[in-house]
């Protein structure tokens, strides 16, 4: 099944899911926020790569419906892109709290969970890209990566909070940024999900 050169449409279809997660996920670490303003374009945006992954994820759908055999599992096809998708949901639900806050405020702990996240994101294509070719006993190494990161945004997380309740004294400032970054260890846990359904689909059909 897998000795074939051509590829596969199922397999074309998730590394779409991937690139699109990757590049909005790209905007959002470089998108400045300068002011309210810039905040709702942002906002917009995510809403747009939100919406093309759920016509991707629609468009594979239709296909796992019309498909009488699939390369791997199709529940496995359709986890590992609903997998992807849920990063995507995370940050788009997170720049939309930023833009309700109007909090233009981004701070170092932001900056890298954010950077995390996007280099999980770039983990995440690559492995798309060698399953598109394929070779998925070389996935192992990207997700083993992304978990790493994920690792990373646990202490983060945990040293960030700390901090926050013993020097936030203004209760709607400490409501707000708790928001936030719970928000944000949401994403990199979901980012952890889809290691973990790589190497799921790797143990099943390596």
Not at 5 to 20: R, S, T, Y
Not at 26 to 35: E, G, H, I, L
Not at 152 to 181: A, G, N, V
Request: aromatic letters at 8%.
């Amino acid at each position: 099944m897998f000795n074939s050169n051509k590829k596969d449409p199922f397999f074309q279809v998730l590394l779409k899911i991937a690139e699109n997660v990757n590049e909005a996920i790209q905007y959002a670490q470089n998108a400045p926020t300068d002011n309210v303003e810039v905040l709702k374009e942002i906002a917009d945006k995510m809403k747009r790569y939100e919406t093309d992954g759920d016509k991707l994820i629609h468009e594979l759908i239709v296909m796992l419906n019309k498909s009488f055999m699939t390369p791997i599992e199709r529940e496995d096809i359709l986890a590992l892109a609903n997998k992807l998708d849920d990063v995507l949901d995370g940050m788009e639900g997170c720049i939309a709290h930023f833009n309700m806050y109007n909090l233009t405020e981004v701070t170092e702990p932001m900056r890298q969970f954010l950077s995390y996240i996007a280099k999980s994101t770039d983990e995440m294509v690559q492995a798309m890209e060698l399953l598109n070719n394929k070779k998925l006993v070389d996935m192992r190494q990207h997700a083993i990566q992304i978990k790493d990161y994920e690792r990373e945004c646990d202490e983060i997380f945990r040293s960030t909070m700390k901090q926050l309740f013993i020097q936030e004294k203004d209760p709607m400032r400490l409501i707000i940024f708790k928001d936030i970054y719970e928000q944000f260890e949401n994403i990199a846990d979901y980012c952890q999900t889809v290691a973990n359904t790589i190497e799921t689909i790797i143990m099943r059909n390596a």
